[in-house]
């Protein structure tokens, strides 16, 4: 007889469950998850008929564990981080001497890599595994030990290392400026082709955003061309297409090289533009802090 299988509840209901009470809310778990309010809803209360007792409070626009939930929640979330633990070693995900760094792809693509041969020299016997991707650390499956991304980012309940700063400021290609006396005055901008990075949800400075930091009263509204990936509108403004937003961070050997220019000499100043995480679900190995070590010295 299979008692186990009558023991538990139904199982489809747990990542619902866990991440309702980690988060306190049903639509931001529905968001973590990628399916509807109400198919989280209906998971929970399918959980909660299959106890015999309440797992949460609903109030207006709020939910709260009840006693039994947050004991049944402590059970859960240490069942399923065993569990994914045993299945990151199955799949030979730790390694030894492997460390696995998701860095969003703009970081990864222009900062990182050129970087990285320097840490590898420095620790010979520790192989980092680059993940880079568009997608907030919080909103990804991808495993991962340490990850690098822009700050205000979906981060779930990872653990903040540090932050780091970084500088913006607008940059085109030499051939842009040909003929145009330089630097350039920003009250002049809207008469420029602009290229802009947008994503949903918008959490990279924007032009209107950055000239009002920068203490300037003119708008230039989404005119110009735009562009759902940084490193193709980076690309575009090489190609002398128009005047883009630079970050220094993933600018800096464009500019050194001499493919990009700083047509303006207003800058902002970001304190805290970059954030480093620990994986909440893993331990901090010796790999694991050397890599962490080596991008605090790079980064701060």
Partial sequence: MNKLGKALPPLACLLPFEAAARLGSFTLAAEELHVTQAAVSRQIRALEEDLGVRLFERRHRAVFLTPAGEDFSRRVSASLETIAAGAGELRGQRRGGEVILFAELCYAFYWLMPRLC???QQHPRIDVRVTASTRPVGLSDDDFDIALQTTGRASGAHLLAFTASDEVFPVCSPDYL???????????????RLLHHRVD??????????????GQKVRVGHRGSVFDSYPV??????????????????????????QLVRP??????RKAELSIYRNRKHKLRPETKALLTWLKEELT
Avoid: C, Y
């Fill in 118 to 120: 320097a840490f590898n």
């Fill in 178 to 192: 040909e003929g145009r006396r330089s630097p350039l005055l920003l009250k002049d901008l809207p008469d420029h």
């Fill in 201 to 214: 949800p918008q959490d990279w400075l924007e032009w209107d955003e950055w000239l009002e930091k920068a």
């Fill in 233 to 258: 509108m980076v690309q575009a403004v090489v190609g002398g297409h128009g005047i883009g937003l630079g970050w220094q961070r993933s600018t800096d050997q464009l500019l050194e090289s001499g």
């Fill in 264 to 269: 303006f000499k207003e800058s902002v100043f």
